[in-house]
């Protein structure tokens, strides 16, 4: 069964990765379309995409000789979604056996044959940022990627992104301590049980961290002055912890409950250092003001709850009240489904508490953009951005409009129509695969057969 | 006529001074003018009136005269739909999913044909008010468990007790259909761990299981019937059994068997088991119905599809396979309509109209999906006679928006559940304007 479900994988893989193979892709000139820029206004015209880059945004803009021509009328164009929050790719998610496990890395584990990316992509997600999972109150790096579906693990990367860590409060960093309920046995308990101790573990490697920052900043200054000095002994758990010391790794913190919430934001005042951004975050419309005043961003759900003790508070108004009082927020995924309807979890915020449409589409472009440092590049349909670009058959906050096309660096990675004519042609190349491994009559044949059928 | 004050302002007016408790009985007749009704029983109506008196529609039309001393509500510039039904959920059994002291979903054992889902369902849970503020006024809910759970009980979301919600406690029979249950699909389908007990084992191990549960369940069926036979011959020796005594009207066929489904397997599976066991059964959850719309439109079966806002089942899947299935079950003229399933996260009951509306943005048509959401509901749970539409003699069941209710931006102004005002605030609003309001 696992040689059947790998082959399938692949077919699926094959249809887009042909297109991505083009060297340089000619320019794309969308044309009478509403085109979102999010950070200027709406402009009913053009846009151009070329060498990767959006070229121009205009009511007239002239096709460069090649260019490929799309009548956008009746259409609506913005730009890649942002997804500040998703585990898609990523092979393992949790090194869950340690409480500080800051020294692994989801860089290293990303699979980029995931079906969940065409799926996002699908959806109008260009760019993800890949976490750690929520075991550990010190968890581990992060990367930022775009969904270049075809292209190998590296190629993901967004490149020149900050690399970021998890941190995890709350319910569950605390679980592994728990003596009875999910998550442990009672005989292999793992510190912290409770927010307290989630509060020691992250002051305690900060406490290291700080000793080790000071050992390497006297081995750098002894170098500096030309001395013989010895190297100290790379410490690979508390590495990550000094660049966030040093401004150059982001936090991303999971967090529900309002006390954790300021416990963070107080540690991280004593130890000199930002939270870059609260994720999940859903007491965050309580504490709105202390976020605001820290500089903290926060990603959250439009409107998830009562799945845990923790969410009995959440209210689908949170990304409301923040952005009223002043925070930078975003909407996030956390989950492969999720993430295919980000822009219909925005029209969520018109809903509950009154985002304007622009206000909404933020929560999922520039916010998310400027949350990771990435805004420069993309978030808005400027000029000089990336061409990270969607065409959409009507409005994108509209339950009833979906995604038609999707660009990301100018080359085209999804379009509806390609995706359906290419079904009957991956049902043919399934079947002929499931005849090749079936059983040859009278013989043993393919070892497929043990598991029967595709219906299983 | 009184034209009261109160009455006489947009229809929003209402909820500001209602209190939190459900509403009273009483002979309030009123009528609410100048709006156009979405009927769902034949064309809208421009400019058109209702008429409700003691909760039921008594009238509707474009140029109703006004009766004698009746409140009339301006609906003007706002649109009326009947409140929507989630065909399928647990809303009332579960407060939060972690903590299991708050779930009265599944019980021990195999066979529970005697409980009833109405018995559990809290009046007073935060999931009621919040799912109404969508402009859901009525859900079934169902109880889980391995073979049989019980069964599925229709309920308005308002009343005081259980005994006022009810609208049928006993709606229909919630039966899971055995799955074969390898390593493979383990935890990874919608059954979810909730599924048939084949743990992880291998496929000869888990057909074996399988083998064995459609065994027990036939046999069940069996027993059920000769305890019938028993009772009708009023032998000597006969001694009621709950759990036996709930199945006969099953076997009559006076209520239906809603079968939860996945795969195409089960889906066949379940089918020939109505034909053997002679029953009639409603599917539920099915997102492989589509490959089974023939056999399903020639037994006539309805079924009540799972979320749309799902991942599709297998990884070579089209990307949008689970948004399509409603499309193909309308072209194939089965009726249908939706369940959100699990009232966790995403997957609440009040996203029920986003459900909706992911099957128009692909290919179903809106109006079959505003009546997939109400009047196939209604039908299917056997309740079309009261409500469902915007007719006369049905409950006032009444959905007031100013604009279209399965676009998220829609703001729904007023519900009514059978002619009374329901109050559309919450523990979320409330925590919404007393937060927005911190200094």
Sequence with gaps: ?456 | MNHSKLFAALPLAFACVLSAAPAVAADDTFMLRGATLHTMSGADIENGSVIVRNGKIIGVGKNLAVPKDVKVIDGKGLQVYPGMIDAATEVGLIEINSVRETQDLSELGKFNPQLVALTAVNPSSEHIPVTRFSGVTTVASMPEGQLIGGHVSLMHLDGWTTDEMGVKPRAGLHMRMPVIQTPRNFGLDSTGGDGPAAARSSFTEAKRNFDKEMAELNEFFESARRYKQAKEAKLPNFKPDLKLEAMIPVLEGKEPLMVTVVKEREIRDAIAFSDKQKVKIILCDAPEAFKVTKEIKEHNIPVILGPMLSLPLNEDDAYDRSYTTPADLQKAGILFSLGTLEGKANLASRNLPFQAAQAVAFGLPHEDAMKAVTKNAAEIWGVGDVMGTIEEGKWADLMITDGDPLDARTQIKQLFIKGKPVDLSNKQKDLYEKYLNRP
């Design chain 1, 1 to 456: 069964m696992n040689r059947f479900g790998t082959s399938c994988f692949l077919l699926a893989a094959s249809v887009c990765a042909a297109s991505a193979q083009t060297a340089k892709d000619a320019p794309v000139l969308i044309q009478n379309a509403t085109i979102l820029t999010i950070t200027n206004g709406t402009v009913k015209g053009s846009i151009l995409l070329q060498n990767g880059k959006i070229a121009a945004v205009g009511e007239k803009v002239l096709a460069p000789p090649g260019a490929k021509v799309i009548d956008g009328a009746g259409k609506f164009v913005m730009p890649g979604i942002i997804d500040c929050h998703s585990h898609i790719m990523a092979e393992a998610i949790n090194e869950g056996t340690v409480s500080v496990s800051s020294m692994v890395g989801i860089d290293d584990v990303l699979n980029p044959e995931d079906i969940a990316i065409y799926r996002a992509l699908a959806g109008g997600v260009t760019t993800a940022n890949i976490l750690h999972g929520s075991a550990n109150s010190i968890g581990g790096k992060t990367v930022v990627t775009k969904m270049r579906w075809g292209k190998d693990a590296e190629e993901m990367k967004f490149e020149g992104a900050m690399p970021g860590i998890k941190f995890a409060l709350g319910e569950n960093p605390k679980r592994a301590g728990a003596s009875v309920g999910f998550g442990a046995a009672p005989a292999n308990l793992r510190y912290p049980a409770t927010r307290m101790g989630v509060e020691d573990v992250i002051r305690e490697a900060f406490n290291d961290a700080k000793a080790y920052k000071v050992t390497l900043d006297e081995y750098k200054a002894k170098l500096a002055k030309g001395e013989n000095a010895i190297p100290p002994r790379r410490d690979l758990k508390l590495e990550p912890l000094v660049e966030v010391l040093e401004g150059k790794r982001y936090v991303h913190a999971h967090c529900y409950r309002q006390d954790e919430i300021l416990m963070l934001l107080h540690v991280a005042d004593d130890y000199g250092f930002k939270v870059r951004t609260l994720q999940h975050v859903l007491e965050g419309y309580k504490v709105a003001k202390e976020i605001a005043a820290h500089g903290a961003g926060a990603s959250t759900f439009a409107d998830w709850w009562a799945y845990k003790m923790e969410a009995q508070d959440a209210i689908p108004y949170n990304a409301a009240i923040m952005v009223r009082k002043g925070v930078l927020t975003s909407l996030n995924s956390d989950d492969a489904e999720l993430m295919r309807h980000l822009d219909k979890e925005a029209a969520k915020t018109v809903k509950y508490g009154g985002l304007s449409e622009t206000e909404a589409l933020s929560l999922i472009t520039i916010n998310p953009a400027k949350q990771l440092s990435i805004d420069k590049r993309v978030g808005s349909l400027e000029v000089g951005k990336d061409a990270d670009v969607l065409l959409y058959d009507g409005h994108p906050l509209s339950n009833f409009s979906k995604v038609e096309k999707v660009w990301i660096d100018g080359h085209e990675y999804f379009d509806r129509d390609q995706d359906q004519e290419g079904r009957s042609k991956k049902q043919i190349e399934k079947k002929a695969l499931i005849e090749k491994a079936a059983p040859a009559p009278g013989g043993r044949g393919g070892q497929a057969s043990v598991t029967g059928g595709p219906n299983q």
